[in-house]
Nanobody
Framework: VQLVESGGGLVQPGGSLRVSCAASRSTLDRYAIGWFRQAPGKEREEISCISSVDGKTYYVDSVKGRFTISRDNAKNTVHLQMDSLKPEDTAIYYC????????????????WGQGTQVTVSS
């Protein structure tokens, strides 16, 4: 499966962005999809994932209540809606697909997109 992220950009603190993960060569609904981010000088961290079976979601504490992950199966896309953005959300955002039902283990994600830059700054 090939993944392509889109929707990144520059936004002011408190603003919103939606990043999307589109797939080709396979349907995303058979995979758990995770969103990760990597800021300069920091390790890549998983911030959210959505199950391939029951739609259950996971969020890291730092984004809980501000970010929402969702599937659009008709468009074979997974979205990450990001609200109340903070400067510390600045990073490259990646989506990834896992054959497991759901996982927060970065090593269980076999397919990765190329990333999209999100910058939160005034």
């Amino acid at each position: 499966v090939q993944l392509v992220e889109s929707g990144g950009g520059l936004v002011q603190p408190g603003g919103s962005l939606r990043v999307s993960c589109a797939a080709s060569r396979s349907t995303l609904d058979r995979y758990a999809i995770g969103w990760f981010r990597q800021a300069p000088g920091k390790e890549r961290e998983e911030i959210s994932c959505i199950s391939s079976v029951d739609g259950k979601t996971y969020y890291v504490d730092s984004v809980k209540g501000r970010f929402t992950i969702s599937r659009d199966n008709a468009k074979n896309t997974v979205h990450l809606q990001m609200d109340s953005l903070k400067p510390e959300d600045t990073a490259i955002y990646y989506c990834a697909a896992s054959g497991l039902v759901v996982t927060t283990n970065v090593n269980k994600y076999a397919y990765w997109g190329q990333g999209t830059q999100v910058t939160v700054s005034s």
